[in-house]
């Protein structure tokens, strides 16, 4: 079902470990120019693009690009109670969570009437996809808007694939959701034509382009990601989900199979992995694994994933081994299921977001943990992070010199601007020097 790959007795570094590494058969760049076609014809030509683009790809034209206000109330009345009073819990969680992500202001005192001010300004106007596809994802709705406010953006335009089940219409859990968390500019379009929408705008509609967008989706919204990338800011660019789960002879192998098999039930592309010193406990984590995805109810496509290129067992000789095979793959989601967490913590350095020990499974952060679930695939997280208030924040620097903090400095800087050949420069300050 899965196949192992045994690095004991193989000197293990990041950079040969970056050759054996499992991995999704998705290259974004092969979607780029199908992608940059799908933006071009939104820009160009707006409503009617979207409109061709859902019949072809959803199957339904939505009847109108904005969803109707009174059609997010509605969607809250059909709220069953036990999901309202979930997605409550996760929002007061997300944005408990997400506050400490906001910096403080900061004034550095260089000299007497020289300082410099730091402040975190939030861009204006931000662009959230949410994905429709194999699920409905009432959670990307809170992961998506609730940094967005808590970094202090005014203004939310929120895009979703159109549903064939529901007239053209968005889901209407989304629409809940969207409704609870105060956003009521809401869209059905999807896939790459929605990017290109959220980053030049659709005028006819009454949607204003934005600053920044972000959210999950497949192949070809993250390629119209980055055909847009420039003309608006956008968080990684994510693929298809990953796990990876370290763990040694003290984990449980009914937990670890669970877990691979959650984030398998994603979408067959999904990549899970094991990491372990411990091939007793591979043994019995493939047994699991044949036992525990004959019982779910997306048994092919969690087959699928599991046997795919993107997911494997690896065995190495030792945690040091374990982290350099983990840190290299640079994986969306890990599992620390050793002996102990914290010790094994101390040796990652990239992933998207780390779970420690067994009561800390990937599906708690996807819902309820309180952190952020929209994280960097593909390897991102050697250099990227996850979604948070950061995203939607820039810092500025505020130079504030009296005149004689500007004289203190007004040779030094003369100097500077002489070896770079730039007089004016320099006469630019020498003309406020005191008399």
Excluded: C
């Amino acid at each position: 079902m899965i196949q192992t790959i045994d690095l004991r007795g193989t000197p293990v570094t990041e950079e040969a470990a970056a050759r054996w590494l499992p991995r999704a058969e998705v290259d974004v760049a092969h979607a780029m120019e199908a992608a940059r076609a799908l933006v071009e014809e939104v820009r160009a030509e707006g409503e009617a693009a979207l409109a061709r683009q859902a019949e072809r790809f959803d199957g339904v034209a939505p009847p109108q690009l904005r969803v109707p206000e009174d059609a997010l109330d509605a969607a809250v009345q059909t709220l069953p109670a036990d999901l309202a009073d979930a997605i409550g819990l996760a929002i007061q969680r997300v944005r408990a969570a997400t506050a400490a992500q906001v910096p403080p202001a900061a004034e550095t005192v260089l000299a007497d009437g020289a300082r410099v001010l730091q402040r975190w300004q939030p861009v204006s106007r931000v662009g959230l996809y949410v994905p429709g596809g194999k699920a409905v994802y009432p959670s990307s709705v809170i992961m998506n808007v609730v940094p967005a406010q808590v970094a202090g953006v005014g203004s939310i335009a929120l895009a979703s694939p159109p549903q064939r089940a529901f007239s053209g219409s968005v889901h209407p859990t989304i629409l809940a959701v969207a409704r609870l968390l105060g956003v009521d500019e809401v869209y059905a379009m999807g896939g790459a034509g929605a990017i290109g929408a959220l980053a030049y705008g659709v005028p006819s509609a009454g949607l204003r382009r934005v600053d920044v967008v972000t959210g999950p989706g497949n192949v070809y919204v993250a390629a119209a990601k980055r055909v847009v990338h420039g003309v608006v800011g956008i968080d990684a660019e994510a693929g298809p989900t990953e796990i990876v789960v370290i763990a040694d002879s003290s984990a449980d192998a009914r937990l670890v199979a669970a877990d691979l098999i959650s984030q398998a039930e994603h979408d067959d592309q999904a990549a899970s992995v094991l990491i372990t010193t411990d091939a007793s406990l591979a043994e019995r984590v493939v047994a699991e694994l044949a036992e525990q995805a004959g019982r779910t109810r997306h048994r092919e496509r969690v087959s699928t994933a599991l046997a795919g290129p993107q997911s494997a067992i690896v065995l190495v000789d030792d945690e040091a081994a374990a982290a350099a095979v983990s840190n290299a793959y640079g994986p969306e989601h890990l599992e620390l299921q050793t002996v102990d967490p914290d010790a094994t913590l101390s040796l990652i350095t990239n992933a998207g977001a780390i779970f420690l020990g067994r009561h800390a499974p990937v599906s708690l952060g996807d819902y309820l943990a309180g952190s952020n679930h929209v994280l960097p695939t593909g390897g991102q997280a050697r250099f990227a992070a996850g979604l948070s208030a950061a995203t939607f924040l820039r810092p500025q620097q505020i130079i504030d010199y009296d005149p004689a903090a500007l004289d203190s400095v007004t040779d030094a800087l003369v100097a500077f601007a002489q070896a770079e050949g730039l007089p004016a420069h320099g006469d630019a300050a020498l003309a406020r020097r005191l008399s």
